[in-house]
């Protein structure tokens, strides 16, 4: 049960990196500061301080959703592009985080204990930026694939086609589950592959891509069930957050304060269990190299 062992370390590393888990925390924080900081100053400038926005909250108004649309429709399309540079600046600013998140834990059962954080970061941000993209337009086939399909099984898209809505239904309950799993798949090799973009210091992608396809597919079943428990401890996470917002009633500032550290711990529970994702793929991989340095010394 070597994906078992795997993951107890994992703990161990994420136990014996708080620092980086604190700084990984620290450093989201300011990145949503930076990000909604100026948001905000927008929405109240063009909305205002209106306490009709906050009463329409709770039951869905069509009538006054439709006057902010006409009246703000310029804003919110400006606010949406806003949101979208948003998304994508966090998402060059976490591959840039990962290469020293990485650096370190690679860095920690070497016995490197002095690597540099920061100078992963910069270091490997380029090589990773490259990976992700790859693996973007892997998961971009696939889903073309799955699309393709889809429109084969069910008889395309033309309802005048159909013999039944349900050609759709069914087709979508048979793709589906495959598409997930093969999405799965990618995403767990995705996280292979960075590891051993950082542990083999190759600036060509080739040889860590083929290393983890070779890594994974050897023994794919223990990959997968440590991903699989991973995905687990993240939902035991979200299922925590999720039982005390039900519970939470912000009628009064002391609930509201309470709200959001318990948003502010699911946050950094979240990013916990990135690390612990991260730190789990790179001890099974210490596994495996001192399972054959054991198994070579046996037969020496």
């Known amino acids: 049960m070597r994906f078992l062992d795997a993951y107890r370390m994992a703990w161990k590393l994420l136990w014996g990196h708080k620092k980086m888990w604190l700084l990984l925390y620290v450093c989201n924080v300011l990145f949503a500061l930076v990000a909604v900081l100026p948001l905000q100053r927008f929405l109240n400038s063009e909305l205002g301080h209106s306490l009709a926005i906050g009463q329409s909250l709770g039951d869905f108004d069509y009538t006054f959703l439709m006057d902010v649309l006409n009246e703000y429709g310029g804003s919110i399309s400006l606010i949406l592009n806003q949101a979208f540079v948003i998304v994508g600046l966090y998402w060059l600013f976490s591959v840039f985080l990962k290469g020293g998140i990485l650096e370190k834990l690679v860095g920690y059962l070497k016995g490197e204990n002095e690597v540099s954080f920061w100078s992963g970061c910069g270091k490997y941000f380029f090589r990773l930026f490259r990976l992700a993209v790859y693996f973007g337009i892997l998961q971009g086939g696939l889903l073309f694939l799955m ?21 759709w239904v069914n087709t979508f309950k048979i793709l589906m589950p495959i598409y997930g799993f093969l999405a799965m798949v990618l995403l767990m090799l995705h996280d292979y592959a960075k590891v051993f973009v950082v542990k083999l210091d190759k600036t060509l992608l080739f040889r860590p891509i083929w290393m983890t396809f070779k890594t994974v597919l050897g023994s794919f079943v223990s990959c997968l069930l440590l991903y699989l428990l991973n995905v687990l401890t993240f939902l035991v996470v979200f299922g925590l957050y999720y039982f005390f917002q039900q519970g939470m009633v912000t009628t009064t500032d002391a609930f509201i304060l309470l709200a959001f550290l318990v948003g502010q711990l699911f946050v950094f529970g979240r990013l916990g269990v990135r690390l612990l994702n991260l730190g789990s793929v790179v001890a099974w991989q210490w596994e495996q190299e001192s399972t054959k340095l054991f198994n070579n010394d046996r037969v020496i």
Do not use: A, K, T
């Open 147 to 167: 699309w393709m399909l889809f429109q084969s099984i069910s008889g395309g898209l033309s309802p005048f086609e159909l013999e039944s809505d349900r050609d």
